[in-house]
């Protein structure tokens, strides 16, 4: 599966994996805590050595890949540094009473539900990307180059739900009996923002295909038949953030899995005779698939309509202008 990458190098990336599991837990550990500028801060600060060490290898050493592994993974190690540190600060003062003890029975539910999560995100990285892999084996890696640029237009397009979500969970999980009605509303206002988004890629990425050149004449449509599908794994991932904040039912990972297996077949079968058009077909059916699963769990949840998560009130929207006239009026005051 990785062709031509030489096992130290993979090596190399592997050290940085426990550093990242360690940011990762001690940043969510703030976010759960109402720590949003701080874990905004940190999740800033550890994908920006993704762009800085590109710059510092190429620009200032002239150096390759080994160099610019290892300068990530003494990155990442640096970075689970700080947030331990802030962590033990952090509960040095709000939590100095609590005694430092272990809970099994916390472990267990712990477990439990990562296991769950886990196979969800898993699940959900590989439908995301296992597409390229088939298609780098079936087309040859120019037509996986297209592809790839075309798939990760569309993921700079779910940063917005993503980032959502991340709030979402630790929301819903403290809301109670008002998670639901939250949950829509979020939803409601995401679908918004996410139409407006796709709406303004339509022809964005005509400049996109004009910065790479020539050989993605293709883009473009590769793009645009992808489009949908985003719209629809947006709202999803939103709605997902309702059974996550609410202990994660089985139904929920089992549902991504078989999708994630659907979507492998499909492209099998449909990559060798349509290329990269093909799997953008695959993608695109295959978010709009689990946009309709979760609907159907999240309906025989909460009894919501398909509008009650789809389309804004007239209210919302004159409060989203209202909030955003007001944050640029402000930032031209200041």
Not at 116 to 130: A, N, P, Q
């Amino acid at each position: 599966m990785l062709p031509g990458i030489e096992t130290d190098l993979v090596a190399i990336g592997v050290l940085s994996i426990p550093c990242q599991l360690v940011t990762s837990i001690v940043n969510y550990l703030f976010l759960a805590q109402g720590q949003v500028k701080r874990f905004n801060i940190l999740e800033f600060l550890n994908q920006s050595f993704v762009l800085i060490n590109v710059v510092v290898v190429l620009l200032f050493f002239s150096g390759g890949l080994r160099m610019l592994v290892s300068l990530n993974t003494a990155a990442s190690a640096g970075v689970s540094v700080l947030t331990l540190i802030l962590l033990y600060r952090y509960l040095s003062q709000h939590f100095a009473d609590f005694p430092w003890k272990a809970d099994l029975s916390l472990l267990r539910k712990m477990l439990s539900y990562a296991v769950k999560i886990h196979v969800l995100w898993v699940s959900t990285f590989f439908l995301y990307r296992f597409d390229l892999i088939i298609v780098n084996y079936f087309k040859g890696a120019a037509v996986a180059t297209v592809y790839s640029v075309a798939t990760q237009c569309t993921l700079f397009l779910l940063i917005l739900p993503y980032a959502v979500a991340n709030l979402l969970q630790n929301r819903v999980a403290a809301r109670g009996d008002d998670n639901v009605e939250f949950t829509c509303r979020v939803a409601r206002h995401t679908s918004l923002l996410m139409f407006s988004a796709c709406a303004l890629s339509i022809p964005g990425i005509l400049l996109v295909k004009m910065v790479y050149g020539t050989g993605f004449d293709d883009l473009p449509i590769q793009f645009w038949i992808l489009l949908p599908g985003v719209y629809f794994a947006a709202m999803q991932v939103v709605m997902s953030q309702y059974f996550v904040g609410t202990g994660l039912p089985v139904k929920l990972p089992f549902a991504w899995v078989i999708t994630f297996v659907s979507s492998v077949i499909l492209n099998i079968l449909i990559v060798p005779m349509f290329g990269g058009r093909g799997a953008a077909v695959v993608s695109t059916v295959c978010y709009f698939l689990i946009f309709v699963v979760i609907f159907i769990f999240f309906k025989g949840d909460t009894g919501k309509k398909l509008s009650d998560i789809l389309i804004p009130r007239m209210k919302e929207i004159r409060e989203l202008l209202s909030s955003a006239t007001g944050y640029f009026v402000k930032q031209n005051a200041t």
